[in-house]
Structures are given as structure tokens and as C-alpha cells.
């Protein structure tokens, strides 16, 4: 058996887009998570430790856009399809990006993480003030814990797909 992960990967299409544009996202390596880590806090040392200064969801955020998306056709302004760089990334719609980074975090669970606490995970926090407070040692943080130490940011896992693979918002209630 293969100690290695396969490029394992996924189409996704939101039923906003026009037909022919899709993302097709990644799953994440050991090091992509390893980035992703060092992504996401900033640290200094304070009498001879490590400290956690602050938790950096937005830069977290970007880099896993830019490692979850192995291409996509997904058209610019003039109508033509752009490369999936760290511009275009910037340069999405808040819904669309909220989107593909839903569907990769749902693409790339944290070990342990069961399908319900990944589809409520973060959705009570969107400000990131958990994760702040857990930065300044005001709430439990989950390092430590025997798992990776990452927490994707993220809202919502899958959502309702046609047999196409397209993305279907749940119903509000």
C-alpha cells in the first residue's frame, strides 16, 4: 500500500455559472497542510516559546484557494477564461469564492471530523473571533489535540448536486 496520497480531485460547478465554467479542486497533501499551518498563525517567541500572536484566516483562506484549485474555466470581464492565479483568486466575487472554498474544505475534512461537524464548522463564527480568542489563549485551542492542528476556514460541506456535479443551494426554511 502507498504511503503517498493520489491526486485525488473533484469537479465543482455552482448554478450561477454559465455551463461551461467549472472548478475542479484538489485534495490537500500532508504538506499542503503543513502551508497551510504556517499560513494561518502568526508567532514570535517570548522567553524562549513559541507564542501565537494572531490567527491569519484571511491569508489562510487565500493559500487554500490557491493549493485546492488545480484549474478551472471560469471566465474574466472580457469574457474569456483566466488562469486560477492568486490576481483572479483576489478578484472573485464574494459568492463565488465563498463557494469554492466551502467545497474544498468539505473536499478535505479534518481527520476525525465527522460529515455534520464539518457542514456546521465555523458557522457560528464567521468573524473569526474563535479563533482570535484562541490565538490570545482566551479559549481552547484544538493544537495539541492528537490532529493535525488545522481547522480549514470554511461554512458549509456539500450542498445538494444534480447528477451533473452542479452545486444546488439548500432551501431556506
Known sequence: MSQF?????????????????????????????????????????????????????????????????????????????????????YRLDEETGNFILREINAFNPRRGRSAEEQISFRGDDRDGSVERQRAAGRANANFGDGGDGLELAGTESDAARDSGGRHHPAEQT
Not at 484566516?57 to 474569456?80: D, F, Q
Request: charged fraction near 30%; avoid cysteine; proline fraction near 5%.
Open 5 to 89: 496520497i493520489a491526486e485525488d480531485t473533484r469537479i465543482i460547478q455552482a448554478d450561477w455559472w454559465d455551463e461551461d465554467e467549472q472548478v475542479v479542486i484538489r485534495r490537500f497533501t500532508w504538506g499542503d497542510r503543513q502551508e497551510l499551518i504556517q499560513a494561518a498563525i502568526d508567532t514570535d517567541i517570548v522567553d524562549g516559546q513559541p507564542r501565537i500572536n494572531e490567527m491569519q484566516l484571511g491569508r489562510m483562506n487565500l493559500r487554500i484557494m490557491e493549493l485546492g484549485i488545480k484549474s478551472w474555466t471560469l471566465k474574466g470581464p472580457e469574457g474569456k477564461v483566466v488562469p486560477p492565479s492568486r490576481n483572479w483568486i
